[in-house]
């Protein structure tokens, strides 16, 4: 049994998330970036100018600062995160509106939330990892390495996953562009051989 959404209350559904979201995303972000600021700019410089003293002889005070700032990025990413998500679900929202007369396959609309869901993931984690990075470094530097190389191994993975979930929608636009220009060059063919005499 195929479900089918309205048109018009699928795009009001997208519209409402994106105004419900996308305030959150950007005071989120806001918070996060000035959590980093304060992170590589004062914390862990003023921690390396105090010579980086060992904590109860464990660890050293700029790992000890990195920590507590990665694990405060964490959290925020967290929130972020069901907020990017709610987006991603408007976007294709958008997208499945955009390309349906009335109604539009829930199928369809499912196939669009994932697709755009495997960008914004691969897109969250590009930037956090960017955020998380100096502090990373600050705790274990080969870490950040290896993380990198997971990151991209995924990111691969899922972006070629993302670009199955269209590749039906590709297909189909290169046959139209392709029947439009073969009809165009067919016009134009009675034109020249007209030309040519």
């Known amino acids: 049994m195929i479900f089918v959404v309205n048109r018009e209350e699928l795009l009001a559904e997208s519209r409402r998330e994106m105004y419900d979201s996308i305030p959150k995303i ?17 914390f862990q410089p003023l921690a390396g100018m105090l010579g980086d003293p060992f904590i109860f002889g464990l660890i050293g005070l700029k790992s000890l600062i990195s920590g507590i700032i990665l694990i405060a990025l964490v959290f925020i990413f967290i929130g972020i995160f ?7 679900d408007a976007l294709a929202g958008y997208a499945a509106a955009a390309y349906s007369k009335a109604d539009t396959p829930d199928e369809k609309v499912g196939r669009y939330r994932r697709a755009f869901r495997g960008i914004a993931y691969v897109l969250l984690a590009v930037i956090a990892f960017l955020f ?31 670009g199955r979930l269209f590749s039906g929608e590709i297909e189909r636009w290169a046959a139209d562009f392709t029947r439009k220009v073969e009809s165009e060059r067919q ?11």
């Open 26 to 42: 950007i005071v989120g972000v806001a918070i996060a970036f000035l959590i980093w600021l304060f992170g590589v700019l004062i």
């Open 82 to 88: 069901k907020e990017v998500l709610d987006i991603t």
């Open 132 to 162: 998380f990075l100096p502090f990373i470094a600050g705790i274990i530097p080969v870490l950040a390495g290896i993380i990198l190389v997971i990151l991209v191994i995924w990111a691969v993975f899922v972006l070629f996953r993302t």
């Open 187 to 197: 016009e134009r063919a009675p034109e020249d051989e007209y030309y040519q005499e």
